[in-house]
């Protein structure tokens, strides 16, 4: 069990495991056995769950245990299994707060943690296209949705408000 401390202005609470509580995936979707460490990590005011398990990329708006759209308090989840097998990836309906989804490419999560901030990337396998990136902070958080596909999609931009201090 983690004990929720205190934290200071520039602390940055992240977590990881294998299986998402939430996830659009086709083959797995949600998984509620890891609902409990939510809850923990919730009330100790975490920043980012990152998981694996489901062999494609998916991000996640900020949102509470319960799958409820948070931009106070919420934790953003990254889904990153797009390091190996590539059978059966494919997605089924999308799970409420999934804003970014793609099961087509290999890459990593790049994550750059500051005293005040953050960064995330995924770097997509050499000759492909895909892209997400954003930086965090207490107050704001801005993503940069650069999905680009070979049917040329345009990007957007999103500006979403933190208000946690």
């Known amino acids: 069990m983690v004990e929720p401390r205190p934290q200071s ?18 083959a797995h979707g949600n998984d509620p056995e890891v609902k409990p460490l939510w809850d923990t990590l919730y009330s100790a005011d975490a920043e980012i769950i990152i998981n694996g398990h489901d062999h494609d990329y998916e991000r996640f ?44 490419t290999f890459g990593v999560l790049k994550l750059t943690l500051r005293a005040t901030s953050y960064d995330w990337e995924f ?15 207490r107050r704001y958080i801005l993503i940069q949705n650069r999905r680009s596909e070979a049917g040329g999609r345009a990007g957007r ?4 408000k933190k208000t946690r201090m």
Do not use: H, M
């Not at 308090?73 to 797009?82: A, D, N």
């Not at 770097?123 to 902070?137: C, H, I, L, N, R």
């Open 123 to 137: 770097v997509p396998e050499a000759g492909k296209t895909f892209a997400d990136s954003g930086t965090g902070t």
């Open 61 to 104: 708006a900020p949102q509470d245990p319960s799958g409820k759209l948070d931009n106070q308090r919420g934790i953003w989840e990254f889904v990153v299994g797009t390091g190996g097998q590539n059978s059966n990836r494919s997605f089924a309906s999308q799970k409420p707060n999934s804003e970014v989804r793609q099961a087509d």
């Open 9 to 26: 202005a520039f602390e940055r609470q992240l977590a990881y495991w294998r299986k998402p509580l939430c996830s659009s995936r086709a």
């Open 157 to 160: 931009d999103l500006l979403a």
